[in-house]
Structures are given as C-alpha cells and as structure tokens.
C-alpha cells in the first residue's frame, strides 16, 4: 500500500462545483503539503500545515481552503471550481526531525472542471 | 518564496552519455538541496539530497552543490531510456521547499 494516498485519482466536475480532494498517510509525519501542478510551471504550495492546530497558506491558496482532520488526513476544499483550477494535484508529508527534510509525494489527483 | 532556476530544456542526450543538470537558487542561507524525477503524469520521485559542499554520489547519479556560488547540480552517468523524465530542483524554504519548474531529460538510443 503506498504511504501517501490521495483520492480521488482523477475526477472531472463542472465550474461552480464543490469539490474535495482527500489525502491519508500511513508514514507518521507531522507535516503535509498540497501542491497544484501545472504544465511547465513546476510545483505551486498551496496550503501546508505542521500539525493537527497550524494551518499555513502557501502560494497560491485563493480559492482553496483545507482541513487537517487527524495528523494523517490532509483535504484540500475547491468551495466553487473554475476552469483555471484545472491541474494535477499532489499532497506530501515529511518528517519534522529536521528544517530541510525532504517531501514524500502521492500519486496525484488529475482534476479537470469543466 | 525563494527562486529556484533551472536551465531550460528540453535535454536531449544519446543513451550512455552524461546528462548534466543546473539549478540556481537565490537565498544564500538555504542548506537543503534536493533532485526529484518526474515522469509524465506521475508524482515526483526523491532521487538525491545534499547538504555540504562538494559532490554526493549515488550509483549513475552526481550532486554537486557549490553554495558560494548557490548552484547545485545533477549528473546521469551512462544515460538510459529509463532516465527520460522531467526532473525538479528542489531547495529548502525555512520548513518548506521551493521547486523549479524542472528540466525535462530524453535519452534517446
């Protein structure tokens, strides 16, 4: 079973749509990440959050909103999707031992909206 | 957010060549470098990490990180097919990363 799972894997929904894109991780970490990716845009931070309490806004978090529900679960909310949020998206974790940890990745969630 | 610049590509090398990786970064008191490889459609993929100055190797991959000059790179030795990927610079903002937006690699044979 992978360590960091997202679902759903793909979905495609219609502008104004309220969508939830989940992520569990099995690798006990403290801190979780969602990324949104883009063609030849690289990773954009979204939201991240170090623990159960601290909820951080990353880059781009208009139009985004999350939820921290237990250390392992991280959902990423599109209150009312438009066209643009169309992307991949990525939840991550890593380890709080040290600054520079590196990021674990899962496997992505492809959203279109229509 | 600090900059992560990589250079351009796409990079197209012949299989069991070297393919050589840049990426430059603007905050000089970053101390975390990371290579991740992404293939199309899929998450990306931790392949190194340095810390120090100088090179890390592991097996057909080479680091080389130079923080007087905040340039870090990657070297494939022996290309393969199976190196054909995009791959993302990675470099540590305070308790996050900062990712370029990757170099895409095809060894062709």
């Known amino acids: 079973d992978a360590d960091v799972t997202q679902t759903p894997r793909n979905r495609i929904t219609k502008t104004g749509k309220r969508i939830m894109l989940e992520c569990s991780q099995t690798?006990?970490?403290?801190?979780m990440y969602w990324y949104r990716q883009d063609p030849g845009l690289g990773l954009q931070l979204i939201y991240y959050s170090f623990d159960v309490k601290d909820i951080n806004k990353g880059e781009i978090s208009d139009g985004y909103s999350v939820s921290r529900q237990a250390q392992a679960k991280f959902s990423l909310s599109l209150e009312s999707a438009i066209p643009n949020q169309t992307a991949l998206y990525f939840c991550?974790?890593?380890?709080?031992?040290?600054?520079?940890?590196?990021?674990?990745f899962g496997d992505g969630t492809r959203l279109s909206i229509l | 957010q600090k900059e992560v610049e990589q250079n351009s590509g796409p990079l197209s090398v012949p299989e069991g060549a070297i393919a050589s990786l840049n990426c430059t970064y603007s905050?000089?008191?970053?101390?975390?470098f990371f290579w991740y490889r992404q293939y199309s459609g899929k998450s990306p993929e931790l392949i190194m990490f340095?810390?120090?100055?100088g090179d890390k190797e592991d097996g057909r991959f080479t680091a080389q990180l130079n923080k007087a000059s905040q340039y870090v790179s990657l070297l494939i030795r022996d290309s393969q097919p199976s190196d054909s990927a995009t791959y993302l610079c990675?470099?540590?903002?305070?308790?996050?990363?900062?990712f370029g937006a990757g170099t895409t690699v095809t060894v062709r044979a």
């Open positions: 905050d000089r008191g970053s101390q975390s």
């Open positions: 690798k006990g970490h403290d801190r």
């Open positions: 990675a470099v540590n903002d305070d308790y996050k990363l900062s």
């Open positions: 991550a974790t890593s380890d709080l031992v040290r600054e520079g940890q590196p990021q674990h």
């Open positions: 340095i810390y120090s100055n």
